[in-house]
């Protein structure tokens, strides 16, 4: 970036799709709600009700909830790694698992340049940075995991359809559902770690970059600087232009 | 089932006859057993059948590192059948606790059933085998419990493996282990296996479990853990008579509270029911006199694998691995939240020392766009 010579000439991009945004907002969403519930699941409060246990549901309400959430998160991921095969090359998979060298150049540079502070050149990618598409690839992880131990303790309760049980195999795979259940109550912190990290980083490349980090996942538009397009450093795993 | 030395033997019905029960007390029997197994009406003839024509069921029933709860818990199933006839004619073969035979007149009692009926004989395997240092821990006439298990398993057409210690090994396997104690389904290969997981497993469970091989000639449907299913397909959560207040929300805080007085759910305190597949619920014990949520208590988790070492028995969350018994994943998460916020903020102030002419860089070519502007 050309600090203080002259102004910038910015290209509006089409960073994040419609289906990108849509998903992401509804997982938000969603995790809020598995979290809050989950942890309401986990702890109850200490109801003080005059009314007879036949006239509540609290708890009933709140698993319900949890599970109907349950269900959106898991296809809506699917949704989001089929998107990953047809969507644009910033929702491509290969933003969130290492294919070529310049990946992990790229990696370096972020660790280097934002975690760091280091004086260097700055990168220049558009949509995920490398190191933040691989901790994707970890938070996709997450996600499997809390869908397989969650509809894995849901599927010996579940009496309707053929769905959960198809992950009945899980709690032998786990020696029963204490463990499960503990792995499950882990993971969620995971979620919540990620969360606060990735909001402020949100806010972090929107501040030192100036390019609309916050406002693209709402519009989908990012304000990119015409020599990234001379020097075609947009995408980390497609070789460099000459 | 149906060889020459097989067809010598007394069938059950002659067996309680023998023993001075009259036909009705059969029938009922039967019906009970039926209704355990989870069999539809029209099957108790089936029982019936199997039970007045079938010859008694060989069986050979093994002690290793146990605590005989589960012998205790057999004995005491509600119908009198099921101790005087079940245990003492059927399995007279070879028990340590009940067979009147001692030293070697056992050992040879238990040599002649295992060859006499090779390839026939139910062996009943009650506590874990302890494996390390060469099995010392564990040794009767001079073998050692992998030794004797070996031997038995051999010519044996099914094993049951009573209780937590058989089939999860139990307390004794508890951190650190220091017999190495080992369930039975670890160490014997090629054998069908019957895990009856419970500390000690419910006796009327034990007795339908065996009235089903002798019925049917072949074993109970198995779920993934190899427990079968008629018992521990459903949580001692789901068949509980407090669930209505778990549903309501409505939990004892503490034992000695209001709640606890009026019988709420025992979630809060500890209770593992929501975790434990087990038949308590509906069949209970002690001549289904009661169960430990229906005396106030929580569940103990006993019939899952590791319920020693895998939670707390008076709360819901158990420790987080490498942080101490006392610490829970919660106390653990809000750490790392702290921890994170706190790199957080130092990297925010960082980012405005080490990125400063970056950042006034944006903000200067900001300021001069908006002078070029124009109202």
């Known amino acids: 970036m050309a600090n203080g010579k002259s102004v910038h000439k910015l290209r509006r991009v089409y960073v994040w799709e419609q289906p990108v945004r849509i998903y992401h907002w509804l997982n938000a969403l969603v995790i809020l709600v598995l979290i809050a519930t989950g942890f309401y699941i986990a702890d109850p409060l200490a109801l003080q009700s005059s009314k007879e246990a036949s006239q509540q549901f609290t708890m009933g309400w709140v698993r319900m909830i949890h599970f109907i959430a349950s269900y959106i998160f898991f296809f809506n991921f699917l949704f989001r790694i089929y998107w990953g095969f047809v969507g644009n090359k910033y929702a491509n998979w290969k933003q969130f698992i290492p294919t070529s060298r310049r990946f992990f150049r790229e990696m370096w540079q972020v660790f280097k340049m934002d975690i760091l502070m280091l004086r260097g050149k700055e990168h220049m990618s558009v949509g995920h940075n490398a190191m933040a598409g691989f901790i994707y690839f970890f938070t996709f992880l997450a996600f499997l995991v809390q869908c397989v131990t969650g509809f894995g303790l849901y599927a010996s309760m579940s009496t309707g359809w053929w769905f959960p049980k198809l992950f009945a195999w899980v709690p032998a795979m786990f020696g029963g559902d204490f463990f499960l259940r503990q792995v499950h109550h882990w993971t969620m912190w995971f979620f919540i770690l990620f969360t606060v990290i990735h909001v402020y980083l949100v806010f972090y490349h929107d501040y030192v970059e100036g390019r609309g980090e916050i406002s693209s996942m709402g519009g989908g538009w990012k304000f990119i600087e015409e020599d990234v397009f001379e020097k075609g450093m947009d995408v980390p795993n497609e070789p460099t232009k000459s | ?262 019988g709420y759910c025992l979630y809060k305190v500890g209770c593992k029911g929501p975790s434990t597949y087990n038949a308590c619920g509906v069949t209970k014990w002690n001549n289904g006199v009661s169960f430990p949520i229906q005396s106030g208590h929580g569940c103990f988790g006993c019939s899952e694998e590791n319920y020693w070492d895998n939670g707390r028995i008076y709360q819901r969350a158990s420790a987080f691995p490498g942080f101490g018994i006392e610490s829970t994943a919660d106390m653990v998460g809000k750490v790392a939240l702290g921890v994170t916020a706190g790199a957080l903020a130092a990297h925010a102030v960082m980012t405005n020392v080490r990125k400063k002419k970056l950042i006034k860089g944006l903000e200067k070519e900001g300021k001069e766009s908006e002078k070029e502007l124009k109202d």
Request: hydrophobic share 35%; net charge neutral; charged share 20%.
């Open chain 2, 1 to 262: 089932m149906d060889n020459a030395t097989m067809q010598k033997s007394p069938t059950y019905l002659e067996e309680f006859k023998r023993k001075g029960y009259s036909r009705k007390d059969f029938l009922k029997f039967c019906t009970l057993m039926a209704a355990y197994l989870g069999l539809e009406n029209s099957s108790v003839g089936q029982v019936v059948q199997a039970l007045s024509n079938k010859p008694r069921l060989p069986v050979i029933w093994l002690h290793f590192q146990e605590c005989t709860c589960c012998s205790e818990s057999f004995i005491r199933s509600s119908h009198p059948i099921v101790a005087d006839v079940l245990l003492d004619q059927i399995s007279l073969d070879y028990t340590e606790t009940l067979m009147a035979a001692s030293g070697h007149q056992a050992e040879e009692a238990m040599k002649n059933t295992m060859t006499k009926y090779k390839g026939e004989y139910i062996l009943c395997v009650e506590g874990s085998v302890p494996t390390a240092a060469d099995g010392v821990y564990c040794m009767i006439g001079g073998k050692t419990s992998l030794q004797i298990l070996e031997e038995a398993a051999e010519g044996a057409k099914a094993i049951i493996a009573w209780g937590s210690c058989a089939s999860n090994g139990c307390v004794q396997a508890a951190k650190p282990n220091p017999t190495s104690a080992t369930p039975i389904h670890k160490l014997v290969k090629g054998k069908p296996v019957i895990k009856v997981p419970g500390c000690p497993p419910i006796g009327e469970v034990m007795a339908g479990v065996i009235v089903h091989v002798v019925t049917f000639g072949r074993l109970p449907e198995l779920d993934g853990l190899g427990r079968p299913k008629a018992f521990y397909s459903k949580r001692v959560h789901d068949t509980c008579y407090r669930r209505p207040y778990y549903d309501a929300g409505l939990y004892v805080e503490s034992f000695d509270d209001e709640n606890a007085k009026k």
